[in-house]
């Protein structure tokens, strides 16, 4: 009651000297009539609308280190208590010196400024106390149009009464403490640096608490004109804001806030000004790519907000703290991993991302391309801003045909309705899709005019089980599987393992389903072979682990799992995949640990990808032509400075999966996969393969023999006691 007493006291002192000074009829324009200023001071406002401050947002790896930001104002708020007290004592003494005297308005001030502006028929000289400045700035942070800017800047005697008004209404509001809060975290210093907590990580890379005196007087300094004393425009700008830091200091002497030498001793010193950058947006972040996404995701899920709007301004000015779950360990290894195996400036772009099984939450996404966009605007280059690893909502493209990695979700699905590992069937060598085939409408999608090859015109067929045809890669046995279990259960296998198209299309329900028509993402992939990883436990792919929002409250998101695959049908996948490295595809290539994957080759070498996954992570690289995987097929192609006369899964995109892996895990004890129930999978019986399995044994031996003589002709095969047996070149 004391304080409104006393503010009203004030309002009446100044109501009236402002009616005395403007009885004319007019000044500068305005014409306001004494009757009407008066009765302005004594009915006060509310206090002015003070909307949420626009902050930085941050982003945090998993283990708290920051990797991006965004903002559209370089601000972090901080408590009074906070700020060192010599930076309080500097911008009092500088920007009113009796703040802690008045109600509101500095009288002598206002009265010095309001006669020196009569006279002038306008807005000359200021006069404004701490209190008026913060209702300025609150009202230009309210602004939504330039309009609204504009009119709250107006150097007109109308707004300096209204920023009187609101003023009153403040001091009545507020203790002086926690109006200084509100200025110092509002205020703009220059240098994009809003609010003193910026301001003194970008002028000198310290905090607001740690201010030294000669810092918070180039601080106090700046405030009065920031843009005529930004430190970052030029050595003139920079001499002004030392002239201005002086006057600061010598305030305070004056004021007995601090000693003439102390003012001199810091006089002598000098700006010292280091201009720590602060970047905002992904273009400017060490995982670019990764930050892509993160940003994609808070901007497309409704959970961060009801409007995509409101979604926007969150992020831009939310000042939330993003955890989340990328790895710079295993971030660092994918980097690597794809450009010692493709340049940057290839037309040809890899991408990989790193999930973790049972949590589905993203390790690693990166892409072989620089992040941003190519000089002069041209579409090919070493960069891009397209986020290959990631789906259109994520910030990436239309995909790339995922190939023969589906072939294990017919695999699965062959697993839960009972096959064993060694039961097959005669495969012929060549098979047209006529017959058998429905969507999960019900309606035949059978193509008659389509003719199905082995990949690589492998055979011509043969009697093929669960387990070589998978280690082979064998197209037309895996369409003659998924005719027997059912095109729409593989098709419901899949989606139950999170496949969708990068596009967001539906996905392309037609016989050659199994050998990956459908454009895929390399983050899609990984969390579907993760799911094996995890004995069947599917996990959406999860980039946010925790926010932390401006108010300090923290939510936290947890992994969305479900059991999409049977733990014994998963065990008994990761056998089978398993095999992929010891007897298939990937013969010859390892990580030194238990492993399974598949690779996938795309019909005419359109992209290429391997998937694999161990307990502990699980990985998915694809290669492909920037320019177009159908008019630029991967054939007689130099990529990372080596030539291909055909990409397959194995010689390109496998290699690349072998060494991210072995970085990512080199410091995680491997984990072994739970073996699979024999007495469910085990056996099983396919007509011929035994014999055909023995003819090829004996070709080897034939062929390996052959090699021996013709490297070591005639009697001087006989002085060497080792043997030689050239591997063969992996295919898909």
Same mark, same amino acid.
């Given at each position: 009651?004391?304080?409104?007493?006393?503010?009203?006291?004030?309002?009446?002192?100044?109501?009236?000297?402002?009616?005395?000074?403007?009885?004319?009829?007019?000044?500068?324009?305005?014409?306001?009539?004494?009757?009407?200023?008066?009765?302005?001071?004594?009915?006060?406002?509310?206090?002015?609308?003070?909307?949420?401050?626009?902050?930085?947002?941050?982003?945090?790896?998993?283990?708290?280190?920051?990797?991006?930001?965004?903002?559209?104002?370089?601000?972090?708020?901080?408590?009074l208590s906070r700020v060192a007290p010599v930076m309080r004592q500097a911008i009092v003494a500088i920007e009113d010196a009796r703040f802690y005297e008045h109600g509101g308005m500095d009288v002598k001030g206002t009265l010095r400024a309001l006669l020196t502006n009569t006279q002038a028929g306008g807005i000359r000289q200021g006069g404004s106390s701490l209190t008026q400045q913060l209702v300025k700035n609150i009202l230009v942070e309210n602004a939504r149009t330039d309009a609204e800017r504009v009119q709250?800047?107006?150097?007109?005697?109308?707004?300096?009464?209204?920023e009187l008004r609101y003023a009153l209404a403040m001091e009545d509001k507020y203790t002086k403490d926690q109006i200084l809060e509100r200025y110092l975290n509002i205020a703009y210093f220059g240098a994009g640096a809003h609010g003193v907590e910026a301001a003194a990580h970008r002028f000198f890379s310290t905090s607001s608490a740690d201010l030294?005196?000669?810092?918070?007087?180039?601080?106090?300094?700046?405030?009065?004109?920031?843009?005529?004393?930004?430190?970052?425009?030029?050595?003139?700008?920079?001499?002004?804001?030392?002239?201005?830091?002086?006057?600061?200091?010598?305030?305070?002497?004056?004021?007995?806030?601090?000693?003439?030498?102390?003012?001199?001793?810091?006089?002598?010193?000098?700006?010292?000004?280091?201009?720590?950058?602060?970047?905002?947006?992904?273009?400017?972040?060490d995982y670019p790519f990764f930050c892509v996404y993160v940003r994609q995701e808070l901007l497309s899920n409704p959970v961060f907000g009801a409007t995509a709007a409101e979604r926007r301004r969150r992020l831009a000015t939310g000042g939330l703290v993003?955890?989340?779950?990328?790895?710079?360990?295993?971030?660092?290894?994918?980097?690597?991993?794809?450009?010692?195996?493709?340049?940057?400036q290839d037309t040809e772009a890899g991408s990989e991302a790193m999930v973790e099984p049972g949590?589905?939450?993203?390790?690693?996404?990166?892409?072989?391309?620089?992040?941003?966009?190519?000089?002069? $605007?041209?579409? #090919?280059?070493?960069? !891009?801003?397209?986020? /290959?690893?990631?789906?259109? *909502?994520? +910030? &990436?493209?239309?995909?790339?045909?995922a190939g023969s990695t589906f072939k294990v979700f017919t695999l699965a699905t062959a697993l839960q309705q009972g096959w064993r590992f060694n039961q097959g069937f005669e495969t012929p060598g060549s098979l047209v899709p006529a017959q058998g085939y429905r969507d999960c409408s019900g309606k035949p999608v059978n193509d008659p005019r389509a003719r199905v090859l082995n990949a690589s015109g492998e055979g011509t067929g043969g009697p093929h089980s669960l387990e070589t045809g998978t280690w082979k890669?064998?197209?037309?046995?895996?369409?003659?599987?998924?005719?027997?279990? $059912?095109?729409? #259960?593989?098709?419901? !296998?899949?989606?139950? /393992?999170?496949?969708?198209? *990068?596009? +967001? &299309?539906?996905?392309?329900?037609?016989?050659?389903?199994?050998?990956?028509?459908?454009?895929?993402?390399?983050?899609?992939?990984?969390?579907?072979?993760?799911?094996?990883?995890?004995?069947?436990?599917?996990?959406?792919?999860?980039?946010?682990?925790?926010?932390?929002?401006?108010?300090?409250?923290?939510?936290?998101?947890?992994?969305?799992?479900?059991?999409?695959v049977e733990r014994e049908v998963a065990d008994a996948e990761n056998y089978i995949l398993s095999g992929v490295f010891t007897k298939g595809t990937m013969h010859g290539q390892s990580i030194g640990r238990p492993a399974a994957g598949k690779t996938g080759t795309n019909n005419g070498y359109t992209s290429a990808w391997f998937a694999g996954y161990t307990p502990d992570l699980a990985a998915a690289v694809s290669v492909g032509d920037i320019r177009g995987s159908y008019r630029h097929p991967l054939e007689n192609v130099e990529i990372g400075g080596e030539y291909y006369g055909s990409v397959q899964g194995a010689s390109l995109p496998g290699p690349i999966w072998i060494s991210s892996m072995e970085s990512a895990l080199s410091d995680t004890p491997p984990t072994r996969f739970a073996p699979p129930n024999m007495a469910r999978f085990g056996g099983g019986f396919t007509p011929g393969l035994k014999e055909a399995l023995a003819k090829?044994?004996?070709?080897?031996?034939?062929?390996?023999?052959?090699?021996?003589?013709?490297?070591?002709?005639?009697?001087?095969?006989?002085?060497?006691?080792?043997?030689?047996?050239?591997?063969?070149?992996p295919r898909q």
């Amino acid at each position: 009651m004391r304080k409104s007493i006393a503010g009203l006291g004030v309002a009446g002192a100044v109501s009236g000297m402002l009616a005395a000074a403007l009885v004319v009829p007019a000044v500068g324009g305005v014409g306001i009539a004494a009757r009407d200023v008066a009765n302005s001071f004594v009915d006060l406002p509310p206090p002015p609308h003070e909307e949420p401050l626009s902050q930085v947002t941050r982003l945090l790896d998993r283990h708290g280190k920051q990797f991006a930001q965004f903002y559209t104002a370089n601000r972090t708020e901080v408590p009074l208590s906070r700020v060192a007290p010599v930076m309080r004592q500097a911008i009092v003494a500088i920007e009113d010196a009796r703040f802690y005297e008045h109600g509101g308005m500095d009288v002598k001030g206002t009265l010095r400024a309001l006669l020196t502006n009569t006279q002038a028929g306008g807005i000359r000289q200021g006069g404004s106390s701490l209190t008026q400045q913060l209702v300025k700035n609150i009202l230009v942070e309210n602004a939504r149009t330039d309009a609204e800017r504009v009119q709250a800047r107006a150097q007109s005697i109308g707004r300096k009464i209204t920023e009187l008004r609101y003023a009153l209404a403040m001091e009545d509001k507020y203790t002086k403490d926690q109006i200084l809060e509100r200025y110092l975290n509002i205020a703009y210093f220059g240098a994009g640096a809003h609010g003193v907590e910026a301001a003194a990580h970008r002028f000198f890379s310290t905090s607001s608490a740690d201010l030294t005196l000669a810092q918070a007087a180039t601080l106090a300094g700046a405030v009065r004109a920031p843009n005529l004393t930004d430190p970052s425009i030029g050595r003139k700008q920079q001499a002004r804001l030392k002239l201005r830091r002086d006057t600061v200091l010598d305030r305070m002497a004056g004021l007995n806030m601090i000693t003439q030498a102390q003012a001199a001793e810091a006089k002598r010193t000098k700006l010292d000004i280091t201009l720590h950058p602060e970047p905002g947006g992904c273009e400017e972040s060490d995982y670019p790519f990764f930050c892509v996404y993160v940003r994609q995701e808070l901007l497309s899920n409704p959970v961060f907000g009801a409007t995509a709007a409101e979604r926007r301004r969150r992020l831009a000015t939310g000042g939330l703290v993003i955890r989340t779950s990328l790895d710079p360990r295993d971030q660092h290894a994918a980097a690597r991993a794809l450009r010692g195996h493709v340049n940057p400036q290839d037309t040809e772009a890899g991408s990989e991302a790193m999930v973790e099984p049972g949590t589905g939450r993203i390790r690693a996404i990166s892409v072989s391309k620089k992040y941003g966009s190519n000089p002069g $605007g041209r579409r #090919n280059g070493s960069r !891009t801003t397209i986020n /290959l690893a990631a789906d259109e *909502a994520h +910030g &990436g493209g239309m995909g790339l045909q995922a190939g023969s990695t589906f072939k294990v979700f017919t695999l699965a699905t062959a697993l839960q309705q009972g096959w064993r590992f060694n039961q097959g069937f005669e495969t012929p060598g060549s098979l047209v899709p006529a017959q058998g085939y429905r969507d999960c409408s019900g309606k035949p999608v059978n193509d008659p005019r389509a003719r199905v090859l082995n990949a690589s015109g492998e055979g011509t067929g043969g009697p093929h089980s669960l387990e070589t045809g998978t280690w082979k890669s064998v197209n037309i046995f895996y369409m003659m599987l998924e005719r027997k279990v $059912g095109l729409c #259960n593989v098709v419901n !296998t899949a989606r139950s /393992l999170g496949v969708t198209r *990068a596009d +967001g &299309g539906p996905l392309r329900e037609v016989p050659t389903f199994t050998l990956g028509v459908n454009e895929m993402d390399p983050v899609t992939v990984a969390a579907a072979f993760a799911a094996f990883g995890a004995r069947g436990r599917y996990c959406h792919p999860l980039a946010i682990v925790k926010i932390t929002d401006s108010e300090g409250q923290t939510t936290r998101v947890p992994p969305a799992c479900d059991q999409a695959v049977e733990r014994e049908v998963a065990d008994a996948e990761n056998y089978i995949l398993s095999g992929v490295f010891t007897k298939g595809t990937m013969h010859g290539q390892s990580i030194g640990r238990p492993a399974a994957g598949k690779t996938g080759t795309n019909n005419g070498y359109t992209s290429a990808w391997f998937a694999g996954y161990t307990p502990d992570l699980a990985a998915a690289v694809s290669v492909g032509d920037i320019r177009g995987s159908y008019r630029h097929p991967l054939e007689n192609v130099e990529i990372g400075g080596e030539y291909y006369g055909s990409v397959q899964g194995a010689s390109l995109p496998g290699p690349i999966w072998i060494s991210s892996m072995e970085s990512a895990l080199s410091d995680t004890p491997p984990t072994r996969f739970a073996p699979p129930n024999m007495a469910r999978f085990g056996g099983g019986f396919t007509p011929g393969l035994k014999e055909a399995l023995a003819k090829e044994k004996k070709k080897e031996k034939e062929k390996a023999g052959r090699g021996r003589r013709a490297l070591f002709p005639g009697t001087h095969r006989r002085h060497f006691g080792w043997d030689v047996n050239p591997r063969p070149r992996p295919r898909q």
